[in-house]
């Protein structure tokens, strides 16, 4: 089991971000839909270590990451905040990740497959959005990770882009967990998980049937 | 040496920004500057004055490491990466200790100049930075806490203050004695099981903060 929510919940203040969340993951791609303040982000978060479960148990590759720095080096995560630094150009910032998870990924090849390479020596802070995302998802893909957490990378990218990326991840051998607002872009995942104010209202493969729960009452 | 790749990406991004060397060395300046004027003796509380300077120096610099980690959201890169909460505190201290370096090793000779002290320089130098090697410490050891606050800036001040002073009377004597060419060691022992203690805390209380 890759990933395993066990009545998984994540409360800020007075309300509940996920509430009482279950889920088990193998080897497959995952697609969390759920509209605005969902907690699609949350989850993400969680199951990356950035944020631990109020209650409720965690499992990623059989331990909680937020506890754990072995499990979160061979997780990698994009999220629309691209955990970049500014002032670094991409190329430093791709190097100072690589280091702080002990791996030689060449930094040219993974930027020739994102179309960024010519700008590699430019600082961050004078990146467009769209070439944020790719640098971000290129910083998730930096460790070669076994479950690969994307948070709507796609949001703000050409369509060219966004086809290269959405190709790499059909292509991609590990596990995806995946949110998106374009339903359309969540077919070629193996199962979904449809959550609506932190509750889960589907977990399952039919992908048409997911999309009726998540549009009922909308 | 996750841990020294985390201080040598502060000093890159220091370096290339000047954001808080420039700060901390233009307030100590203009601090040591007029206290010169202002003061007629300003030999007789040179460790004083010294020490109040580089308290509210560091007040100003070593908090803004976390700080903009914290609000440019790239913290969660770090927690997201195989760093631990103490190997990211100690990153924090290491870069602040390396810039607390860079700081006091212009600004104590200007105000030794300035304020005409004649005593031992290099044994005050080093006792100096002893302590305030244990002042960045603190400090870096209490803004992640108070990052998340709203009033974090008014908040250092007041919860540094009670942390530090038992290592204030100690500061001053130490370095008064140092310009006389001695040294107290049940005081320096004092300021460096006080550096220990406070390392110590900020380790255990790092899961906790981040």
């Known amino acids: ?218 | 040496m996750r841990v020294l790749e985390l201080a040598k990406k502060d000093l890159k991004l220091e370096f290339r920004t000047k954001s808080s060397l420039s700060l901390m060395l233009l307030f100590s300046l203009t601090s040591a500057f007029l206290f010169s004027a202002a003061i007629s003796d300003p030999e007789e509380i040179f460790s004083s004055l010294l020490l109040l300077i580089f308290l509210l120096t560091g007040i100003l610099g070593y908090s803004t490491s976390f700080l903009k980690e914290f609000d440019s959201e790239t913290i969660e890169g770090l927690k997201a990466s195989p760093l631990t909460p103490q190997q990211i505190v100690a990153g924090k201290i290491v870069f602040n200790i390396i810039l607390m370096f860079t700081v006091q090793s212009i600004i104590f000779p200007v105000c030794y100049a300035l304020f005409d002290v004649s005593g031992n320089f290099g044994l005050s130098f080093i006792v100096f930075t002893a302590c305030n090697a244990s002042i960045a410490v603190a400090i870096t050891a209490l803004s992640p806490l108070l990052s998340q606050s709203r009033s974090r800036e008014m908040l250092l001040p007041v919860v540094l203050f009670p942390i530090v002073f038992p290592l204030i009377s100690s500061t001053v004597s130490l370095v008064n004695l140092a310009l006389s060419g001695n040294i107290e060691l049940s005081q320096i022992l004092f300021v460096f099981a006080y550096t220990g203690i406070i390392t110590s805390i900020s380790m255990l209380t790092a899961d906790k903060i981040l």
């Not at chain 1, 791609?29 to 965690?58: D, E, F, H, M, Q």
């Not at chain 1, 002990?102 to 930094?107: E, F, H, N, V």
Request: proline letters at 2%.
């Open chain 1, 1 to 218: 089991m890759i990933v395993k929510a066990k009545n998984l919940s994540k409360k800020f203040g007075s309300g509940y971000a996920i509430n009482k969340v279950d889920f088990e993951l193998e080897r497959e791609k995952l697609a969390v839909l759920g509209y605005n303040g969902a907690g699609k982000s949350t989850l993400v978060k969680l199951i990356g270590g950035i944020l631990r479960p109020t209650t409720g148990s965690l499992e990623v590759f059989g331990e909680n990451p937020a506890f754990s720095p072995e499990i979160r080096k061979r997780i990698g995560i994009a999220s629309h905040n691209p955990m970049l630094y500014k002032e670094l150009t991409i190329r430093e910032n791709l190097e100072f990740y690589s280091k702080l998870y002990g791996c030689s990924t060449d930094i040219r090849v993974l930027a020739e497959k994102l179309e960024f390479e010519r700008y590699l020596d430019k600082r961050v802070s004078e990146l467009s959005r769209g070439f944020l995302q790719r640098v971000a998802f290129a910083k998730a893909l930096i460790n070669t990770p076994d479950l690969l957490l994307l948070d709507e990378i796609t949001s703000g990218l050409d369509i060219s882009v966004r086809d290269t990326i959405l190709d790499m991840l059909k292509k991609y051998k590990g596990c995806i967990i995946f949110t998106t607002h374009m339903l359309e872009e969540a077919e070629f995942c193996d199962c979904f998980l449809v959550l609506k104010f932190g509750k889960r209202v589907y977990f399952g493969r039919n992908f048409n049937e997911a999309v009726e729960i998540l549009n009922e009452g909308s």
